[in-house]
Nanobody
Framework: QGQLVESGGGLVQTGGSLRLSCTAS????????VGWFRQALAKAREGIVT????????WYADSAKGRFTISRDKARNTVILQMNNLKPEDTAVYLC??????????????????WGQGTQVTVSS
């Protein structure tokens, strides 16, 4: 099975931006639906955005709408999460995941079989 690796996390101030990358090895992300999830301390994992294999359908959680954008860089076998206007409540470990479910934009983590290790995002107030 392939591997997913996240990068781009860090510490930013409120209102700042970060660009997260999810890069795959030994798997072609064009054949997978990809989602970004986050898990804050002592909270359940939540789905925040997904993109289908063709890249023409996305789903955004209410917390992400208008601030986050997901896109594919097919040449680099990478999915990008651009996060703008970050808030302290966005502080969490961000994980990307892939699923072979290609219908719709599944937002339940149970559908996803491949996961990265996560990257920490911390937003200071």
């Amino acid at each position: 099975q392939g591997q997913l690796v996240e990068s781009g996390g860090g510490l930013v101030q409120t209102g700042g931006s970060l660009r997260l990358s999810c890069t795959a090895s030994e798997m072609d992300l064009k054949e997978w639906t990809v989602g970004w999830f986050r898990q804050a301390l002592a909270k359940a994992r939540e789905g925040i955005v997904t993109i289908n294999n063709d890249g023409d359908k996305q789903w955004y959680a209410d917390s992400a709408k208008g601030r986050f954008t997901i896109s594919r860089d097919k040449a680099r076998n990478t999915v990008i999460l651009q996060m703008n206007n970050l808030k302290p409540e966005d502080t969490a470990v961000y994980l990307c995941a892939a699923t072979s479910v290609l219908t719709g934009t599944p937002r339940n983590s149970a559908h996803y079989s491949s996961w990265g290790q996560g990257t920490q995002v911390t937003v200071s107030s």
